[in-house]
């Protein structure tokens, strides 16, 4: 089993979005082509405070993704590194390959000088959440937003 994390290019696109769409369809969310059409779009940009987008690829096919930034802090001087979006195919949950994307995303943070990296679930993502509680630190932050 050979899996590689890297970069999403403008040729991943079919395989983005069948990856993104399930993403999508586990949270019961549907989003306008615009939307998708601009997040993939701002994924492969390269502007530096734009949303960059990793792929995992396990023996030569796509099986997840993960979409990054980094952001100033009002208590830090450095940026800090929110982790927005995390995906592995049902297929291969349990192998390795989230764990594998949450480190590529560390290592980029590390490589930019961020000391932080952060991320939110829901509470009903359970099985995302044994990992997530292997690997990071659970807060006690709850989230609100505007309705």
Known sequence: MTLIIRPL?????????????????????????????????RLIGGKPHDYNGLLAVLDGKPVGLSHYLFHRHGWKTENVCYLQDLYADPAVRGTGVGRALIQ????????????????????F???????YDRIGTLTPFIKYARP
Do not use: C, M
């Open 125 to 131: 993502n359970t099985q995302a959440r044994k990992l």
């Open 104 to 123: 590529a995303v560390y290592d980029r943070a590390d490589a930019a000088g961020a000391p932080s990296v952060y991320w939110l679930t829901q509470e």
């Open 9 to 41: 290019t403008a040729d991943d696109r079919p395989d983005w979005e069948r990856l993104w769409t399930a993403y999508l369809a586990h949270y019961d969310t549907t989003l306008p082509d615009q939307v998708i059409d601009t997040t993939f779009g």
